[in-house]
């Protein structure tokens, strides 16, 4: 079909997520047809470099073999049955490998197929822990500001980004919000590391004060990421851990964009050893096939839920473990594997941190922020007095438009240019991935 043709039906049918559709109907747009390893092809047959990950799902390139393999293989068998009262061969197999590359005192899986429901099965179990035990008044979450976990309503009320949240609130739960741990502007006005975590004392005085009423402490895994991925300083997931802890309150951490990889360890928890009572995950976990996500927990929160049928946990979704999708993440995992893709990172993660050193000497750079293979670029524009650019000027989307002429396909943050590319891609594709996105935010920012 003809690009234009396929602009109109866009145009008179769709309805594009997060995005302000008066804006996207006002230029011609970029409609992919194909892709191959880390570049995604247009109709007319150009070629992007991938450099956000087709929104942070793909890890090892598209269209590999591997996966195609697995999925047509399965097809042969079945596409879809239920998990409701039965099992699927895939299923099985899928929990049993994700036990085992998660952390040992997580056991059990409970399948949904996106980060947003994984999430919410995070802390409907979370509160059902409580009361399966007979404990009532636990009703609240602590969570940060900042934070993102979703667009479902649950995932809404523990999240904290106010553009996407504050419309919503009058329909949300309540949930106690504790600082984010956004260094480049600190809500409290001080500078790590002389501030002794003052953000994570913040958190500790809220358990404190409602101890009997926590039902646990949600947060994402070392980068809040969708806030313009804010790196926690050191010390505090470590931190996090130590207060659940402390207080015996489960701690809720959703690794669903930094899993699988993407910080340069399986898990971002990994990096503090602070590991979670319940993990949320999602993106990667299919390389982007098929739409997959998973909430794996201790054999003691699970346990609260057996005996009488009061204690079921009444939650699933009709596409929970579906065979396909756990087919391909069977694929996708083993490819950690033959590929050595956590072994082959470090140079890259060391190459994107000399360009951030450049692009922080940049005049309108305000802040730049890494974890392993995933960076966010803060565009200000005044850098001595950290202002923002004013919304209206969508700097960010600017410099998008800018990279995709030069064969580039990112997604900004707001003014948080944003790096997470496939994990599989090479040196000299990444050297060209962050001249294109150096190139376009002097000429953007600088004229
Ligand atoms: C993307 C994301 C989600 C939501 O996942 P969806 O599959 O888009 O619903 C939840 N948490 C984090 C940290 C995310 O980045």
Not at 151 to 161: F, K, N, P
Not at 354 to 374: C, I, P, S, T, Y
Request: aromatic residues 10%; contains cysteine; proline residues 5%.
């Amino acid at each position: 079909m003809e690009y234009q043709e396929l602009v109109e039906k866009d145009f008179n049918h769709l309805w594009h997520p997060f995005t302000q559709m008066s804006d996207f109907t006002s230029r011609p747009p970029l409609i992919i047809e194909g892709g191959k390893g880390i570049y995604l092809i247009d109709t007319q047959g150009n070629r992007y470099i991938d450099g956000v990950s087709s929104l942070w799902v793909n890890l090892h390139g598209h269209r590999r073999p591997e996966i195609d393999q697995a999925i047509m293989a399965q097809l042969g068998r079945i596409a879809h049955s239920t998990m409701l009262g039965m099992a699927n061969v895939p299923a099985i197999l899928l929990a049993e490998k994700l036990v085992q590359v998660t952390p040992p005192n997580l056991t059990r899986v409970f399948f949904s197929d996106n980060g947003s429901t994984a999430m919410e099965i995070a802390l409907k179990m979370a509160y059902q822990y409580w009361t399966n035990r007979g404990i009532g008044g636990r009703t609240r979450f602590v969570s940060l500001k900042n934070a993102y976990h979703g667009d479902t309503l649950g995932a809404v009320s523990v999240g904290g980004i106010d553009l996407f949240h504050s419309v919503y609130r009058p329909l949300l739960f309540p949930a106690y919000h504790a600082p984010s741990p956004y260094c480049y502007r600190c809500s409290l006005e001080k500078s790590y590391p002389a501030c002794a975590l003052a953000c994570l004392e913040e958190l500790e005085k809220i358990v404190e004060s409602h101890r009997n009423e926590i039902i646990a402490i949600v947060s994402e895994s070392a980068v809040q990421g969708a806030a313009g991925m804010i790196v926690m300083p050191q010390g505090y997931m470590r931190g996090l851990r130590e207060i659940a802890d402390r207080y015996g309150v489960p701690l809720i951490l959703d690794e669903v964009a930094m899993g699988f990889g993407r910080t340069g360890k399986m898990w971002a928890f990994e990096h503090e050893k602070a590991w979670p009572d319940i993990m949320a995950i999602s993106k990667g976990i299919t390389n982007g096939y098929l739409p997959l996500a998973a909430t794996i927990t201790t054999e003691e929160i699970y346990s609260s839920f057996l005996g009488d049928y009061t204690k079921t946990f009444y939650h699933g979704h009709s596409y929970t473990g579906n065979p396909l999708a756990c087919a391909a993440a069977l694929a996708n995992l083993e490819i950690f594997e033959k590929d050595r893709t956590l072994e082959n990172l470090p140079p890259k993660i060391r190459l994107l941190s000399q360009w951030l050193d450049r692009f922080a000497e940049l005049e309108h750079v305000g802040n730049v922020r890494q974890k392993g293979l995933v960076a966010g670029i803060e565009l200000v524009k005044d850098k001595g007095t950290k202002e923002p650019y004013p919304r209206e000027e969508s700097v960010g989307f600017q410099v998008i438009y800018k990279a995709r002429e030069k064969g580039v396909a990112i997604r900004p943050l707001g003014d948080v240019m944003v790096v997470m590319p496939p994990l599989v891609i090479s040196l000299e594709e990444l050297d060209r991935l962050l001249e294109v996105m150096y190139e376009c935010v002097k000429v953007v920012t600088e004229g």
